[in-house]
């Protein structure tokens, strides 16, 4: 049913509950997990033109190898990954990617670092959700709404 699952990390430990999730329908379905990073050059628009673009340009990047190669380290053995540091606005780049001809499922996680971003500029994943031409399955990441509930041992899903 799905030979090529999309799961985009911002480098959160959060987003490893999705991963989990992730990870199972690779293993069942003998997938492959293409992990993607987004660089969102845009917040960086702002800044004096003297100031080092190719310095925070590298940081950046480097931040985002560091989030995919999280992901081949934690992926079981025998679930291949590929990973890619891409750049542009974080939910375009992933509706981008999420297209039959890339990927089957797109797996991410209900939030991650977004903080006041994602209160003044929207969900990168409910615009994921509304937009992808492929199923997204979202994880709540959010490990303290998870265990208020009484009993609740499993990140809660829902497909769309």
């Known amino acids: 049913m799905y030979d090529c699952i999309?799961?985009?990390?911002?480098?959160?430990?959060?987003?490893?509950?999705?991963?989990?999730?992730?990870?199972?329908?690779?293993?069942?379905?003998d997938a492959t997990i293409r992990a993607i990073y987004v660089?969102?050059?845009a917040g960086y628009g702002g800044l004096p033109m003297e100031t080092a673009w190719?310095?925070?340009?590298?940081?950046?990047?480097?931040?985002?190898?560091?989030?995919?190669?999280?992901?081949?380290d934690l992926?079981?053995?025998?679930?291949?990954?590929?990973t890619a540091?891409?750049?542009?606005?974080?939910?375009?780049?992933?509706?981008?990617?999420?297209?039959?001809?890339?990927?089957d499922l797109v797996v991410m996680g209900t939030h991650g670092r977004?903080?006041?971003?994602?209160?003044l500029l929207g969900s990168v994943t409910e615009r994921v959700v509304r937009s992808a031409c492929v199923p997204v399955l979202t994880v709540n990441v959010n490990p303290?709404?998870?265990?208020?509930r009484e009993g609740a041992d499993q990140p809660q899903?829902?497909?769309?």
């Open 39 to 41: 660089v969102n050059a």
């Open 144 to 148: 303290k709404s998870v265990d208020e």
């Open 157 to 160: 899903v829902a497909v769309e």
């Open 54 to 72: 190719e310095g925070i340009s590298d940081a950046l990047r480097a931040e985002g190898r560091a989030a995919v190669d999280r992901v081949e």
């Open 6 to 29: 999309l799961v985009p990390t911002d480098g959160s430990p959060e987003v490893e509950r999705a991963l989990e999730y992730a990870f199972e329908l690779a293993e069942t379905h």
């Open 75 to 82: 992926a079981p053995e025998g679930v291949r990954v590929e």
């Open 85 to 103: 540091v891409l750049e542009g606005s974080p939910s375009r780049v992933i509706i981008d990617e999420a297209t039959p001809d890339v990927c």
């Open 114 to 119: 977004g903080g006041i971003d994602r209160l």
